[in-house]
């Protein structure tokens, strides 16, 4: 799995864990709000219901038929609210259908009281039958509101830590699979810049890695190959050198050795000038001197041709050296390429582990944006305490002033106790609300914690891209040194090549030479064999001569 599909996967998953978290807070707000919709009007309910006991009180101490209308306009106003949960709420229908049927028969006792104010007690009874019913609805959706609050809190909490502890260890694992990889192809480049050509990359790569991985093991490859051709030219051509070296040493010698027998002719053809009288004996030993030096010269040329074929083939060798060298040049340069190459793919790991740290970045700064925004909470829910216990004071005030009242403040006492019981209702909601608000904000630095060590962890992944990429360019730097040593062998070869071709032009010339001696040679046996024979008719005219002087 490569890099890019890991950083997009912990993407995906972070979306994912953002996208479950914003669902299930929507839907359980959304549930929240129904259960406090419904709690309001059952709240409203009982609110109407206590204004009808307070008209209820006023037509029974005033006898004014006005009272008795407010009653009824009360009691229809419970009725309208009980039958818009029913439809609202089906499950609660039962309770809410109680509650009006209660209500019916207080309403009845109400229609009985305003024709017989004697029945007051049957009529308060009634009244009072009605509060626990409206009561029973408001616990119950305080209650269902209350459980939906902790069902959401704890679905919250659980895909909150849940989804922490996911993408943790997915950052960690794809860290761990980056350091891993980089350490592995740094050490593989150590021991390559160390000069041990045969090293091999250990460990488990996949995706970019593997690719770079194969990619530094065949320039290394191709690096040993092209150091074992500079080094099998190299021995060849200085073979090459020694024979060229031997050929021109004889080549020398039989050089030598012809200037040796032209001077030797030289002082036979004097000798042959001036004495005369032996020029029979001086003309047979120079004619067998000449058939020696015309034999010694064709050997000559025999071997001096041999010595210049021996110079093309040299020449040709010295010649595909020099290509050799130029292509283990071209073999350079092209590893050159490739560690250049591997060197943009470690840069390129570089930035995208640098792309990680910077996710990391955001991602702890917006866990501890989370962290102030539940201290802000935190300072919102003191207020609300701060709120309900003044509300509390002030419910223990007004029952105070109810009972100092008597029975004119009842109504406005049942207000106060309810007002009362309301407050200790929003104090505990609101600890319980603040004890959710530290687990959160303990999540959130646990969370923070866990971000500051993933970025440093990717810190030290970046620091290790940087190394690899300084071990590349060491290998770089290598490569353009065994460049320019090719390059330097490639000249020398050249260098060679023009030595040879010189030594070659040398000895077909003096090929040439001692063509022209032998053929001068066969001439000067010609000669010789006529001068013999001259010499032979001078002996026998001198014997004639002799002869007739005799």
Known sequence: MGIKTRLYLLLASVLVALGAIVAASWVGSAKVERALELRALAVDANTELLQARRQEKNFLMRKEQQWADKTRKHIGTVDSLLQRIAAADPGNAAMCDKGRSTLSRYNAS????????????????????????????????????????????????????????????????????????LAALQAFSREVAAGRLDATASGNMAGEFGLLRDDLAAMVGRLKETLHDCSAKGDEARNQAEQARAAMQAATAREQEVNALVETMRRVAAEAAVIVGDLTDASQELAAQTQQVSAGAEVQRARMAETATAMDQMNATVMEIARNATLAADASRSTREEAQKGAQVVENAGKSISRVHEIATRLRTDMQSLGRDAESIGEVINV?????????????????????????????????????KLAEKTTNATKEVETRISAIQTAAQR??????????????????????????????????????????????????????????????????????????????SEAVRALAQMAQRLRSIIQQMDGGKR
């Open 384 to 420: 609300i305490n701060e709120i309900a216990d003044q509300t509390n004071l002030l419910a223990l005030n007004a029952a105070i002033e109810a009972a100092r009242a008597g029975d004119a403040g009842r109504g406005f006492a049942v207000v106060a106790d309810e007002v009362r």
């Open 447 to 524: 969370n923070v914690n866990n971000m500051d060590t993933a970025t440093q962890a990717v810190a030290d992944a970046t620091g290790l891209a940087d190394e690899s990429g300084g071990a590349l360019r060491r290998i770089v730097q290598f490569a353009d040194n065994t460049a320019g040593q090719v390059q330097s062998i490639a000249a020398a070869s050249e260098e060679q090549s023009a030595a040879s071709d010189q030594i070659s032009r040398a000895v077909t010339e003096v090929n040439d030479v001692a063509t022209e001696s032998a053929r001068g040679m066969e001439a000067a």
């Open 110 to 181: 109400l229609d009985e009281v305003f024709r017989t104010v004697t029945e007051t007690d049957a009529m308060i009874q009634a009244g009072r039958a009605v509060e626990p019913a409206l009561a029973d609805i408001r616990k119950a959706y305080e209650e269902k509101a209350d459980e939906i609050s902790d069902l959401v809190n704890m679905v919250n909490t659980v895909i909150e830590a849940g989804m922490g502890v996911l993408i943790t260890l997915f950052v960690l694992a794809v860290i761990s699979g980056i350091t891993r990889s």
